[in-house]
């Protein structure tokens, strides 16, 4: 009688949002499958907001190892977890779920090391002489982004958005560590007086919204300028600062940076960021 050979397991993860037609998540992960000869898959799921909790559920019922959410997903899924690290109760989100052997839901959050690692491999060092940000926007990509800077070393934080309500309530659970001020979208040219860094965290920029039309003059002359928008990879914000002679970061590294150690989680493997990768991501448009 001849036995089958049995076969690894495929290791099933993937990526929850509404919409999610447009991620890069699968393509980014299945290089690095593939790159690492490993048996697995990263899906696209399409899930509504309203279903977030059977979906989920569904995880190891299904098999999956775990998954990321994007939008809207990353502040809905927090009731419906079993267990969440430091900085998923400090940021109020989570971008990563792994799923234990008994089925147990735990929620992570690599965004912020996303954040500050995109900066870190640009070369970025806080100068410690002039440890001011600036955060345009108070939408849920900013509050993994503070709590980057905090852990970075920034003393004084400005936010700065539209809905002052919305923006309180980021200082008011996030402040304790920094000296923090929310200002409104009118008095953005104070708020880049003397500020070492400034981060669009909105959707200002991104394809098919407004552009982010700010006046840079009141940054330092050795600022660095960083946008969340990724696509287009060179925002108008960031033109601009060019143009001023500033450092700039596009926000395709903080995409890339957040993934590896989700990636890990779930296989084993800490993949490596490289330039050939972002040019693999960025012929996937």
């Known amino acids: 009688m001849i036995k089958e050979k049995k076969t690894e397991e495929t290791i099933l993860t993937g990526v929850m949002g509404w919409p999610i037609a447009h991620s890069k998540s699968p393509y980014l992960h299945g290089h690095w499958l593939a790159q690492n000869k490993i048996n697995g898959a990263y899906l696209p799921l399409a899930v509504d907001p309203d279903k977030i909790e059977q979906a989920l559920r569904a995880l ?5 190892k775990g998954c990321n959410l ?7 899924a927090l009731p419906f977890l079993d267990k969440t690290d430091d900085l998923v109760r400090r940021v109020g989100a989570t971008n990563t779920i792994f799923v234990h052997d008994n089925g147990m839901l735990e929620g992570r959050n690599t965004d912020v090391y ?3 690692e995109n900066l870190k491999q640009a070369g970025f060092v806080l100068d410690r002489k002039n440890p001011i940000a600036t955060v345009l926007g108070a939408g849920g990509a900013s509050r993994a982004i503070i709590v980057a800077l905090q852990d970075m070393g920034f003393q004084e934080i400005r936010l700065v958005n539209r809905n002052l309500d919305r923006a309180q309530k980021i200082a008011q659970s ?9 200002l409104s979208w009118q008095e953005t040219e104070r708020a880049l007086k003397g500020s070492a860094l400034l981060i ?27 946008d969340a928008v990724y696509a287009p990879l060179e925002t108008t914000l960031l033109k601009k600062a060019k143009e001023r002679k500033l450092q700039t970061v596009d926000g395709l590294g903080m995409l890339l940076h957040q993934a590896a150690p989700a990636f ?3 296989f084993g493997c800490l993949p490596k960021v490289t330039p050939d990768l972002r040019d693999y991501v960025l012929s996937t448009t």
């Open 114 to 116: 996303g954040f500050s």
């Open 174 to 182: 996030l402040a304790a560590q920094n000296r923090f001020e929310v």
């Open 200 to 226: 669009n965290a909105t959707s200002l920029g991104m394809a098919g919204q407004p552009d982010l039309d700010i006046d840079l003059t009141p940054l330092l002359e050795n600022a660095w300028v960083t």
């Open 70 to 76: 994007t939008l809207p997903h990353k502040e809905k």
């Open 60 to 64: 190891p019922v299904l098999g999956f």
């Open 264 to 266: 890990e989680a779930w």
